[in-house]
Nanobody
Framework: QVQLVESGGGLVQAGGSLRLSCVAS????????MGWYRQAPGKQRVLVAS???????RYGDSVTGRFIISRDNVKNTVYLQMNSLKPEDTAVYYC?????????WGMGTRVTVSS
């Protein structure tokens, strides 16, 4: 089992950048497929970016070219670099680790982008 703790959220102006961190404990983050999800007020939680245990990445259409997911195996941390932020990126961002039928969520970190 793995525990996930997100951090790095906050208030930023449109066009700015933030880097979110997801620190894993209990198991190596490289053991899992990792994903960053977000949930805006009144909307469903959606996948933003993902990285397989082998390192392959995928991005949602709305963030392609602006967000980058990365992993530091030494720090056991997954990052989400968010650039050119837009007000519509405002949401709570969650980290998720999956392996087979098992999945684990962090508690989330809030990102607010002001216009």
């Amino acid at each position: 089992q793995v525990q996930l703790v997100e951090s790095g959220g906050g208030l930023v102006q449109a066009g700015g950048s933030l880097r979110l961190s997801c620190v894993a404990s209990g198991r190596a983050v490289s053991f899992y497929d990792m994903g960053w999800y977000r949930q805006a007020p009144g909307k469903q939680r959606v996948l933003v970016a993902s990285m397989t245990s082998g390192g392959s990445t995928r991005y949602g259409d709305s963030v392609t070219g602006r967000f980058i997911i990365s992993r530091d195996n030494v720090k056991n941390t997954v990052y989400l670099q968010m650039n050119s932020l837009k007000p519509e990126d405002t949401a709570v961002y969650y980290c998720r680790a999956t392996r087979g039928v098992s999945g684990y969520w962090g508690m989330g970190t809030r990102v607010t982008v002001s216009s």
